[in-house]
């Protein structure tokens, strides 16, 4: 059982892309999802999360063009991506976590690729 992600692609600057992640099969919900990025070269970064209770989180690359959402409690998670830049170029990552349970998983990733 792993998390599935998918959406990623290529598109022209300015474009939008929406990526989903989905976990079935599993016996509980994760506390937390989320999505990371990390381009050639660089260090996996952080772009944003959602709780099973609904709460959200986003790190500064995210803010103002990317929205998370998530399906309740359910393990199933998406990020809407608008206004792409070339520097949105990586591979996105999807992550499930439950620390009481010692859980944090992590997805095979999804190529974005933003042309100019």
């Known amino acids: 059982v792993q998390l599935q992600a998918s959406g990623g692609g290529l598109v022209q600057a300015g474009g939008s892309l929406r990526l989903s992640c989905i976990d079935s099969g599993r016996w509980f919900s994760f506390d937390t999802m989320g999505w990371y990025r990390q381009a050639p070269g660089e260090q996996r970064e952080f772009i944003a999360s959602a709780t099973s209770g609904g709460g959200t989180n986003y790190g500064d690359v995210a803010k103002g063009r990317f929205a998370i959402s998530r399906d309740g409690a359910k393990n199933t998670v998406t990020l809407q991506m608008n206004n792409l830049k070339p520097e949105d170029t990586a591979v996105y990552y999807c992550?499930?976590?439950?620390?009481?349970?010692?859980?944090?998983?992590w997805g095979r990733g999804t190529l974005v690729t933003v042309s100019s």
């Open positions: 992550n499930g976590a439950r620390p009481l349970l010692g859980v944090n998983i």
